[in-house]
């Protein structure tokens, strides 16, 4: 029996192992690159917001530093990303080759890029202070007070649900349940962690010598 074939922009949301599933055996390269620069703006203003960039760089430079850079850091997480899942994967019975992982990296991104919809009206809105800690005119006002409030619930929210679709993505071509995938996840950031933290204790070691 044929099934209706799934619009992947919006499926991703609640089917995410069905949506992957379908785009593996269609065209696993569908819109890779290009979901991974837009998403990679959306990580960026995300990170700007976090670490309360605004502190320290003015609203325009955070903009152009996100627009230009965060596709290129998505784009390059992309690729490193892959591969590392791929290989960490393989210890714990993988079956999914890079190019796969990148198709289940790039699409579980769609959250993310649909969170650039809360992004436009919240720089409009909230201005330089959306990047900052100090808030005094968002403060001043009960109306800002209570958007400012509600964009930063729905970016926790479609952060968390980010994630989810992205170990059910992953877990999809895996052959992983999303906790397994889960396992793939945590041994890939360490396998990136412990490289780094030995050289830095080297390093710390040789300047006490």
Known sequence: METTPLNPWFSMWLHPRR???????????RLVLLL??????????????SKSTGDKESLMSILLISLIL???????????????????????GGQAGSRRIRTA??????????????????????????????????????LLSGLYFGFSFCSVVIGVWSFVVFLHSLGEVQGFSAWKALGNTMLAVLAILIPLFAIIGTMIWISRI
């Open 36 to 49: 991974a620069a837009v998403g990679g703006i959306a990580e960026a203003f995300a990170n700007a917001e």
């Open 105 to 142: 990296l790039a699409w579980s991104q769609v959250p993310s890029i649909w969170s650039l919809l809360l992004w436009i009206p919240a720089i409009l809105l909230f201005g330089a202070e959306l990047f900052t800690k100090a808030t005094p005119v968002i403060d001043a006002s009960a």
């Open 19 to 29: 949506t992957i599933r379908q785009i593996v055996a269609t065209n696993p390269d």
């Open 70 to 92: 965060g596709p290129i850091g998505g784009i390059v997480g992309l690729w490193v990303g892959g591969s590392l899942l791929h290989w960490t994967g393989g210890w714990i």
